[in-house]
Structures are given as C-alpha cells and as structure tokens.
C-alpha cells in the first residue's frame, strides 16, 4: 500500500459526459501528480500540482482540468468525453516540487474510466 | 523529444530462469533512470533507479546499470519467481527550470511459470 488513495476504481459512463476523479495523497506530500494509461498511448504524465498550484504540465488535453485543494488533495476533471478517453488514470504523489528527479514518486492504484 | 525504448512483451520465462528486460533512452541532457514495477490491480512501484552514469541499481534482487555510451538501462535478476509476474516499466527523467517529469517506456509483462 503506498499510502495514497484514488476513488472511485472503476468509472462506466457515456460520450459527452463529464466525470471528476479523485486523489488523496500521501500524508505529508505536497505534490499531486496524474497521469494517463491507455493502451495505445502507454503511460503519460497529465499535470503536476505543488501545494496548491499547477506546477508542471505534460499531454494534457484542454477537455481535461485538475485542481489541488487546501486539504492537499486533488481532482482531475474530464469533460466532453470521447471513447478514446477510456483508459487507467493514476495519481502519485511526491513530498516536494523537484519531481522523479530528485525524489520518488508513489502511487495510487489507479482509477479505470470506460466511456462507451 | 526524450523517450524510452523498451522490449515488447510478454517475456516467459520458467522460475529460477535469468531475467533480462532491454531499455534504451533518448534525452537531451543527462536524465535520472528508473524501473516501475506494476502487479496486476495495483498502482506503479519504483523498483530501483540510477541517477548517474555507471550508477547500478539494486532492489529485491533486480539490478540496472546505467550506461552513458549505449544509453541503456537494462533490468536484470539472476533467478526470478512466480511471484515476479507483473509489468515493468523503464522510465527516465529529466530536471527542466526546476522541475521533472517522468517519460514512460511502453511497459513489458513478464509471467514466470513454476
């Protein structure tokens, strides 16, 4: 168990529709990472929040956003959602801002979102 | 951009078999690097990490060198068990203007057999 937390598991809904996935991260980190799994993609990384700000980004589409609240836990909301955006969405977290480089990452055991 | 090249899978392999899964990188700039592991159902583990050239990397057994001249990072385990099936990623990461982000190979599956 790494300690950090992400509901629901599993997520089933319809094209056009918008869902909110949730991250809780481990107690004392300040950074919130996201990324995406899919099959043909592999593995991305979405966004980083550090204590509260958007901190880094990578292959994020404008159709998705995420926010890190004062409790440090974060949300990643997708909108619009097209078939392709089925897929794993992970989220790990960090202590502080440097990222993989420097510290270790943990992470969550993911989130499976199905837009059929 | 910066990338990972990882052999495709799945890797079958007998218990107690020697282990080699293959990772080749492309960075501009000299990146940390590093093995995930993921057993089915669960999130990514780091498995071990180099973050110089000729570093090793050790952990449970597995151990990656990194080697600046072949820009390599390969996974190795002289004698692997059932319970070492899963999927493993190499990855790379590099400081940019103060902070890094992680680039991701496509992940091999290795099953062990008993």
């Known amino acids: 168990d790494s300690g950090v937390t992400q509901t629901p598991k599993h997520l089933i809904t319809a094209t056009g529709q918008r869902v909110t996935l949730r991250c809780s991260p481990r107690s004392g980190d300040l950074s919130v990472y996201w990324y995406q799994q899919s099959l043909d993609q592999g593995l991305q990384f979405l966004i980083q929040y550090y204590n509260g700000e958007e901190r880094a980004k990578g292959n994020i589409l404008e159709r998705f956003s995420a926010q890190q609240f004062p409790d440090l836990h974060s949300e990643l909301n997708l909108s619009s959602l097209e078939l392709g955006d089925s897929a794993l969405y992970f989220c790990?977290?960090?202590?502080?801002?440097?990222?993989?480089?420097?510290?270790?990452?943990?992470f969550g055991p993911g989130t499976r979102l199905l837009v059929l | 951009g910066d990338s990972v090249t990882q052999m495709e899978g799945p890797v079958t392999l007998s218990e107690e078999a020697f282990l080699t899964i293959n990772c080749t990188y492309t960075?501009?700039?000299?990146?940390?690097l590093f093995w995930y592991v993921q057993y089915p159902g669960e999130g990514l583990q780091l498995l071990l990490k180099a973050t110089k050239a000729d570093d090793k990397g050790s952990n449970k057994g597995f151990e990656a060198t990194y080697r600046k001249e072949t820009t390599s990072f390969h996974l190795e385990k002289g004698s692997v068990q059932v319970s070492d099936s899963a999927v493993y990623f190499c990855a790379l990461s590099l400081m940019n203007s103060g902070y890094s982000t992680l680039t991701f190979g496509k992940g091999t599956m290795l099953l062990v057999s008993p």
């Open positions: 790990a977290s960090s202590v502080g801002t440097s990222g993989a480089y420097q510290e270790t990452q943990y």
């Open positions: 960075a501009t700039g000299y990146p940390s």
